[in-house]
């Protein structure tokens, strides 16, 4: 008898723990600001990866296209950049405020070179967009979140310790 009170209480705490689970889940996928944060970071992404693709052409290869892409998608990415830093602000955080500062930054600099064409933009263009790419690295590494998951499967790993 003792056994069996035993494993019934245990199959009702399983029970239990896991309908709080999916409620917790639940709450975090139905909440609004983090549904909006996720949609303006994809789009960030995806101008991010658009630019990539044009990446390690020589100057005179790129054409109108080329030069859209890298206007609005630097455009694009500084207006997101600041519509994160305006709605989710993490003011007792410097180190996210200053990787989203970079980051807009970065994404000014392509957009300026972009419209400008200058000689020497495309160069500019290919720094700022590596800037960029590590301002984003910087930060989800600072967040604890891990992109690319088909790319590297497991947990993101914990950054050591700043040197002291």
């Known amino acids: 008898m003792g056994k069996k009170v ?27 600001k983090k549904k909006e944060y996720k949609e303006i970071m994809k789009s960030i992404d ?3 990866k658009a630019m990539q693709d044009f990446m390690g052409y020589y100057p005179d290869q790129l054409g109108k296209k080329e030069w859209g892409t890298f206007l609005t998608g630097g455009q694009e990415i500084s207006r997101l950049t600041q519509i994160v830093l305006d709605k989710f602000s993490r003011p007792d955080d410097e ?15 392509i957009a300026k070179a972009a419209e400008e064409r200058y000689t020497g933009a495309y160069e500019d263009i290919q720094y700022s967009h590596g800037r960029m790419r590590n301002a984003c690295k910087r930060c ?5 979140i891990q992109i690319y998951t ?15």
């Not at 180190?95 to 600099?109: F, H």
């Open 6 to 32: 035993v494993i019934v209480i245990s199959f009702l705490i399983f029970c239990y723990s896991t309908v709080i689970l999916a409620e917790d889940q639940k709450k975090e996928e139905d909440d609004p």
């Open 140 to 144: 989800h590494n600072h967040l604890h």
């Open 150 to 164: 088909d790319l590297y499967p497991g947990k993101a790993e914990e950054p050591p310790p700043p040197p002291e």
């Open 95 to 109: 180190t996210y405020q200053k990787l989203m500062k970079d980051m807009k930054k970065y994404a000014e600099d």
């Open 46 to 48: 995806l101008n991010y």
